[in-house]
């Protein structure tokens, strides 16, 4: 009984330790946000730098746009290669990150295109506003 409650206790162990980084890995979360700024940054770069493409190299002005996230985190080169290749390493750990990452993103587009509300006393102060007017 006593080695069936010591293998337990060990996979326990195990178990738990499997999603803690080491320190000096990125947290899942930090992580998360650098790689969402690099999202942004290549949207950036192909919805304005590729079109005004006849000023400027583009490979290097993708890299600064990139190398300016990492200054932005306070992250060099090294460190973010590093942690990246460790979530590459450790496939369920970057999945849920990029799970995440899909959640955010998605939530983002459906708040653009939501329907503002709109403030039905505002519009009557407004309209009575332009009546108003209207009369002068």
């Not at 460190?79 to 998605?106: C, I, Q, W």
């Amino acid at each position: 009984m006593m080695k069936w409650s010591a293998c337990l206790f060990l996979l326990f162990l195990v178990s738990c330790s499997r999603n803690k980084v080491p320190k000096d890995i990125l947290p899942g979360d930090k992580m998360e946000k650098v790689i969402w700024d690099m999202i942004q940054a290549d949207q950036f770069y192909r919805e304005n730098v590729v079109k005004d493409s006849g000023k400027t190299n583009l490979t290097q002005a993708r890299y600064d746009l990139y190398n300016k996230v990492l200054q932005i985190h306070g992250l060099s080169k090294q460190t973010f290669e590093k942690s990246y290749a460790y979530y590459v390493d450790h496939p369920r750990l970057l999945k849920a990150m990029f799970d995440s990452l899909s959640t955010t993103g998605n939530k983002q587009l459906q708040d653009f295109y939501k329907t503002p509300v709109v403030d039905s006393s505002r519009l009557l102060k407004l309209k009575r506003g332009l009546d108003t007017l209207k009369m002068k």
